[in-house]
């Protein structure tokens, strides 16, 4: 199904070119796209692709769900001025999957269930629609659908950000008068106050759970239940931790509009400027209303460019194609259609500053940019010339859910993730990209699953992870597109060491370049990735893959290696690139003096990194 897109507007949009109508254009296809899918009398949608560990009953009233969270979007900031067959579709739908006697009815909300989590759309939307949806229906219906959603009270969830959606379900039930228990709905607000990290950043659950959905789940969630409840003591909370948060947020998406490529559940892809829509809906917002737009609009506008959603109008498993690495055993084919809180800026009115202020720029379009985390363990750094975006991970590693048996997780325990380039997830390449290895004798390579943060500050971030009787503690400086690492090794005599660099992809084959202990791959369109030893190492190479990497078909990984550790303790000092570049890498100075490490930077820059228990920097 084609899509038609407005003109763009270049003069009130200089950077996308995309407005509020550009917006309203593809919610009306991403809703016209999935209609022929749905099942009689609406009350489910049952998309093509591969089916959930839920099954396909539960994939079919997720297909309702996320489609009725869209469209909810669209009608309430439309003021209900919609084609009424949309109010009829999402109407009908929900007097039938309410309906036990109907072929197609919903499952009923259990312990643990996916039917939780779409519970909670289902009750978002009928709150932002009730004019329009909820009260026009029957005195039937409507006991019906209460009594659906009543279903979750009482109910077991995840201890993660699935608290929230019993919040959300249950307070739309305070607001009909339905069943509702009040202390379920503290009971889950109070429950994330535990997992709050500072400045603005959450964990997902107990642990170092951090990645997109501190943005789409735990400021989402809370603000919108607060909006709801008219709760104005938390929601000025909320607004404040969602104005620190957004401060460093801004940075993460690339010139582009592509956004840092870490975590999981991934093939939300454009959910990810939910929370800056967010911070307008509820004035929590520092950044400019042309900034907030800027971002967003790029954000879907680069996903429209990049086939998503595909030639008949869907959101397929995947990044930008289809690609089921970056999904989980949850997620069905109507899974992406979270992507539809990207939509939240509907609910401004038309006149509102962020959909009428001409676009400001991003930070990445007026130049570089280097952003300190401490609270998720994160450095951020960031290139104008070039638009990318990169993420030093010395923090997230999911590690309360990590399987133990499993390979470390490569969406969470790589040293880096960029707007640009993915992780490897195949098995030949996987343990290579963006990690230092101890490499045994025999083969086999220590594995970082549990990182143990130890500092974050101006371009400058440090952690250690330990495997057996391999320790490996890293220390990061970034200097522009260079991030360059120094570790300390401690293991048995004879291993190698291994440092790879971040995993190129493209949809052709790669220029591959190695030799004089530099490994380098590059795109026909010059964005490159790099390595190059810079003390201790022996030798570079290039580790080569099909179908591993959601970037592109082919991909390759460049590394640095060391072909015999001494034996105790000894650092390694590489540099590591991605950037649209013809150059190799430079070679900046070095100088190791026991745990004392001495950098002299283009231009005459002096960085000294001092390790041990807690390494330090100075400039």
């Not at 669209?74 to 084609?83: F, L, M, Q, S, T």
């Not at 009594?147 to 929230?164: I, Q, S, Y």
């Not at 964990?203 to 409840?229: E, I, Q, V």
Request: aromatic content about 10%; hydrophobic content about 40%.
């Amino acid at each position: 199904m084609s899509m038609r897109l407005p003109t763009p507007d270049d003069r009130l949009s200089r950077y996308t070119g995309w407005t509020r109508a550009h917006w309203e254009a593809m919610a009306d296809h991403l809703l016209a796209s999935v209609a022929p899918y749905a099942t009689d009398d609406f009350a489910q949608f049952r998309l093509p692709g591969r089916t959930s560990r839920s099954g396909q009953v539960s994939d079919g009233l997720e297909g309702f769900a996320r489609t009725f969270l869209l469209a909810a979007f669209r009608i309430a900031g439309a003021g209900g001025d919609v084609p009424p067959a949309l109010l009829e579709r999402y109407a009908s739908g929900l007097a039938a999957g309410t309906d036990p006697a109907h072929p197609y009815a919903w499952p009923a909300l259990t312990d643990m269930s996916q039917q939780l989590v779409e519970a909670a759309s289902v009750a978002l939307a009928l709150h932002e629609t009730r004019p329009w949806i909820f009260d026009r229906l029957s005195p039937a219906q409507q006991e019906r659908v209460v009594a659906w959603l009543a279903g979750f009270v009482g109910r077991r969830t995840p201890d993660n950000n699935w608290v929230l959606f019993r919040v959300v379900v249950e307070q739309f039930l305070a607001e009909v008068g339905g069943p509702h228990e009040p202390g379920e709905i503290t009971g889950g607000l109070e429950r994330i106050e535990e997992w709050y990290a500072g400045d603005g950043w959450y964990s997902d659950g107990k642990g170092k759970n951090f990645d997109y959905y501190c943005g789409w789940a735990m400021h989402l969630y809370p603000s919108l239940w607060a909006r709801m409840a008219g709760d104005t003591a938390r929601q000025e909370l909320y607004a404040a931790r969602l104005h620190r948060f957004l401060g460093h947020y801004q940075h993460f998406f690339a010139a582009d509009g592509g956004p840092v490529h870490q975590g999981r559940s991934l093939t939300y892809r454009f959910a990810t400027v939910a929370p800056l829509w967010l911070g307008a809906l509820t004035g929590a917002s520092p950044l400019p209303p042309g900034r907030t737009r800027r971002i967003a609009s790029g954000v879907l506008r680069h996903f429209a460019e990049h086939g998503a959603p595909d030639e008949h109008g869907l959101l397929s498993l995947g990044w930008y194609d289809p690609f089921l690495p970056v999904t989980q055993d949850y997620s069905g084919p109507a899974s992406p259609y979270w992507a539809s809180k990207a939509f939240l800026g509907l609910l401004l009115p038309p006149g509102h500053p962020a959909w009428t202020d001409p676009e400001e720029a991003a930070p990445i379009d007026l130049a570089d940019q280097a952003v300190a985390m401490p609270a998720p363990g994160w450095l951020l750094h960031a290139t104008r010339a070039d638009g990318i975006v990169r993420l030093v991970n010395h923090g997230s590693d999911r590690d309360r859910v990590q399987d133990p048996n499993g390979p470390p997780d490569p969406h969470y325990l790589k040293f880096a993730y960029t707007s640009h380039a993915g992780p490897e997830v195949g098995e030949k390449a996987a343990g290579v990209d963006n990690h230092l290895a101890v490499v045994a004798p025999d083969g086999t390579a220590s594995l970082r699953r549990h990182i143990e943060p130890l500092a974050v500050s101006d371009r400058f971030a440090a952690s250690a992870y330990q495997d057996g009787a391999v320790r490996v503690v890293t220390a990061s400086v970034v200097d522009g597109a260079a991030e360059i690492r120094i570790h300390q090794v401690t293991a048995p005599a004879g291993h190698q060491v291994r440092d790879g660099g971040h995993a190129l992809a493209a949809a052709v084959p790669l220029d591959l370049c190695e030799g004089d202990g530099v490994a380098l791959a590059r795109r026909p369109d010059g964005l490159s990735s790099a390595v190059r030893g810079l003390h201790g190492y022996t030798g570079a190479g290039l580790v080569t893959a099909e179908g591993a990497n959601a970037f592109g078909a082919h991909s390759a990984t460049p590394y640095v290696i060391a072909e015999a550790h001494p034996g105790g303790t000894a650092i390694y000092v590489s540099l590591v690139l991605l950037a649209v570049t013809t150059q190799e890498p430079p070679a900046p100075d070095v100088r190791v003096r026991d745990d004392l490490v001495v950098l002299t930077l283009p231009g005459g820059r002096t960085v000294t990194v001092r390790l041990g228990d807690v390494p330090t920097c100075e400039r």
